[in-house]
Nanobody, 124 residues
């Protein structure tokens, strides 16, 4: 059974940092494009960043560029999202998602497997 489990969310002050983890079971993330999405209350789920399968090329939306970093640990079959200089606008439930045979996309419908989400709260 394909499964993604996120962790690492929590409460952080503005300007602080968090590292989210997305651990996979039942399949190897090396062969999947993996993205992080987020959904704030009353808003639609939006894509934030992806890392392609194979060459590991990445893409960040402008709002997080320079502050967030996605990385892959193949040995642990885990994707990480390092989030620095957090803002109140970054507060949301963060979801990781994996898609097979896709690249260069943050279209929700193209991702096959989703985690349950982890809450990130940014507040002083």
């Amino acid at each position: 059974q394909l499964q993604l489990v996120e962790s690492g969310g929590g409460l952080v002050q503005p300007g602080g940092s968090l590292r989210l983890s997305c651990a996979a079971s039942g399949f190897s993330l090396d062969y999947y494009t993996v993205a992080w999405f987020r959904q704030a209350p009353g808003k639609e789920r939006e894509g934030v960043v992806y890392i392609n399968s194979g060459d590991g090329t990445t893409y960040y939306v402008d709002s997080v560029k320079g502050r967030f970093t996605i990385s892959r640990d193949s040995a642990k079959n885990t994707i990480y999202l390092q989030k620095n200089s957090l803002k109140s606008s970054d507060a949301a439930v963060y979801y990781c998602a994996a898609g097979c045979a896709i690249r260069n996309t943050l279209i929700l419908a193209q991702y096959d497997c989703w985690g349950q989400g982890t809450q990130v709260t940014v507040s002083s």
